[in-house]
T-cell receptor, first 115, second 111 residues
Framework: GAGVSQTPSNKVTEKGKYVELRCDPI?????LYWYRQSLGQGPEFLIY????????DSGLPNDRFFAVRPEGSVSTLKIQRTERGDSAVYLC?????????????FGPGTRLTVL | TQLLEQSPQFLSIQEGENLTVYCNSS?????LQWYRQEPGEGPVLLVT?????EVKKLKRLTFQFGDARKDSSLHITAAQPGDTGLYLC???????????FGKGTKLSVKP
């Protein structure tokens, strides 16, 4: 079956530009997570959706970052006024249910490079 | 702040050798998960340990959760080149499944 897909796989942008990263979760998965993985680091939690609502956005680094999931399926991570420090792999994961021990299935990530 | 420290950071061994990777924290976690990540892909869950002192085996991989639920280890017996990858441990933050990851151990197994 289809796993989590993310588009684009690579995105190169210039400092100050706006970018959108898309995540298509596994069909039927109600929980969706965004993580950021910098070079040589483990993934870092950004935001979690249960259905359409952002249940926990405490990991977003600042107000330039925003994410939506309007119909409870596809999610878009939006970054305004990109900075070089935003360069990283952005990972999306989905889970059938939220909460403890719900297995998260990760997509391949979007590699964002800010020049 | 809950942190997970993994060691070693890098490990290069020959095929057939055994190895152990460690994941330590000063905080108690309700569960710990181990993932394997290959270049250009997302992490893939290997195992979840929940009970202090728990030992789980997955073929040549043995996972252990410390009695105090603050640390975990992954032991690989007779490593093979296919075991090459980044091994990540992760603990749950809160009750909604948000994960805190360690930095990972990059394992290279040479034929």
């Amino acid at each position: 079956g289809a796993g989590v897909s993310q588009t684009p796989s690579n995105k190169v942008t210039e400092k100050g530009k706006y970018v959108e990263l898309r995540c298509d979760p596994i069909s039927g998965h109600t929980a969706l997570y965004w993580y950021r993985q910098s070079l040589g680091q483990g993934p870092e939690f950004l935001i979690y959706f249960q259905g359409t609502g952002a249940a926990d956005d405490s990991g977003l680094p600042n107000d330039r970052f925003f994410a939506v999931r309007p119909e409870g399926s596809v999610s878009t991570l939006k970054i305004q006024r990109t900075e070089r420090g935003d360069s990283a792999v952005y990972l999306c994961a989905s889970s059938l249910n939220s909460g403890s021990l719900g297995e998260q299935f990760f997509g391949p990530g979007t590699r964002l490079t800010v020049l | 702040t809950q942190l997970l420290e993994q060691s070693p950071q890098f490990l290069s061994i020959q095929e057939g050798e055994n190895l152990t990777v460690y994941c330590n924290s000063s905080s108690v976690f309700s569960s710990l998960q181990w993932y394997r990540q290959e270049p250009g892909e997302g992490p893939v869950l290997l195992v979840t340990v929940v009970t202090g002192g728990e030992v789980k085996k997955l073929k040549r991989l043995t996972f252990q959760f410390g009695d105090a639920r603050k640390d975990s280890s992954l032991h690989i017996t007779a490593a093979q080149p296919g075991d090459t990858g980044l091994y990540l441990c992760a603990g749950e933050r809160g009750s909604q499944g948000n994960l805190i990851f360690g930095k990972g151990t990059k394992l290279s197994v040479k034929p």
